[in-house]
């Protein structure tokens, strides 16, 4: 089967970041490992090069300063040549036989992807030697349209969008279409990339094994998010809506843009009012009804949602539920 490289772009991550090389160093179809340190505080470059094989594979190397998951991502790609291509987060873990569940060298895929199994960090350590396993439930075709609504976020629910998802992607179909991580987010970097391959035609299948263990943490940086992040995440809906898609398409992104900038309107409409007062701010946007009226739909859910006793994140959970 063609070889994997596998990238990762790690910010101050040196508890965990020898755990993540060593889990893809020990997989036979990887031929790159690609370590991208993003200007981290501590001493995750030294931590990924502990966890060195000897085999040659692991390349790490400092960016001089921060540039964040999706830059960091695509200096990975540049300084590899593999022929497929899979991510790695710093906190995560690849599990034995990941790549030979993903990468079938006869399938008709562009984009291959399994299962994610979220656990608590503290739950980490068991599921050393465990091999990727099937979950059940249905192998598909990813539409556009189905991986779009599928990161629509769902109130009262742990966070499933399946833009967290890992796929393996074909290097050639990246290199044909000009395609890679948009520099400009920090945040839904991977939906964006994904989005963007289905609309250029990647053919996206999903496998019905799981071989990826993901660290859940309240704190995460997907879950830290700025007003500026949610704004460029909501440019990229509109670069996106700005080209030819069906009538489906069209409306279930429209859908996940007013989602996002609901968002982006509450967190600004709070930095507003943080740095000025509740009188100014609201003065300062009375220009922008749409935004105030977003602002207070967020203020209400989040005093609704303060009433609420909060569940506890379950110790292990799927993405995609078998």
């Not at 994997?4 to 160093?25: E, K, P, Q, W, Y």
């Not at 370590?35 to 960016?63: E, F, P």
């Not at 091999?131 to 598909?140: D, I, K, M, Q, S």
């Not at 700025?226 to 990229?236: I, K, N, R």
Request: with cysteine.
């Amino acid at each position: 089967m063609d070889k994997v490289c596998v990238i990762i772009a790690a910010m101050d991550a040196a508890g965990t970041i020898g755990r993540a090389v060593a889990s893809a160093l020990a997989e036979p179809e990887v031929a790159e490992v690609v370590v991208i340190d993003d200007a981290s505080r501590d001493a995750t470059a030294a931590a990924a090069m502990r966890a060195d094989d000897g085999s040659g594979r692991l390349a790490v190397h400092r960016a001089p300063r921060n540039l964040g998951p999706a830059a960091a991502r695509n200096l990975a790609l540049a300084r590899s040549r593999a022929p497929l291509v899979a991510v790695l987060d710093a906190d995560d873990a690849v599990l034995p036989g990941r790549f030979t569940a993903l990468a079938d060298p006869t399938g008709d895929w562009d984009m291959s992807a399994d299962n994610i199994i979220f656990v608590a960090p503290e739950e980490a350590a068991d599921f050393t030697g465990l091999a990727a396993f099937a979950t059940g439930g249905v192998a598909e075709r990813m539409t556009f349209a189905r991986f779009v609504a599928a990161n629509i976020s769902q109130a009262g629910r742990p966070r499933g969008e399946l833009g967290f998802l890992k796929p393996v992607m074909r290097r050639a179909f990246l290199e044909r279409h000009g395609l890679g991580y948009d520099a400009r987010l920090r945040l839904g970097e991977d939906f964006d990339l994904y989005a963007r391959m289905l609309l250029a035609g990647a053919s996206f299948r999903l496998v019905a094994t799981c071989g990826y263990v993901a660290i859940e943490r309240p704190d995460s940086l997907s879950a830290r998010h700025s007003a500026a992040d949610l704004a460029a995440l909501v440019a990229a809906d509109d670069r996106m809506l700005a080209g030819k898609l069906a009538a489906e398409e069209r409306a279930v992104l429209l859908e996940h843009r007013a989602q996002t900038a609901q968002r982006w309107h509450h967190r600004h409409f709070l930095d507003a009012k943080r740095q000025s007062g509740l009188v100014r701010a609201l003065i300062a946007h009375r220009g922008r009804p749409r935004l105030l009226v977003d602002a207070g739909l967020g203020v209400a859910r989040d005093k609704l949602a303060a009433l609420r006793v909060p569940a506890p994140l379950p110790r292990r959970r799927f993405l995609i539920a078998p």
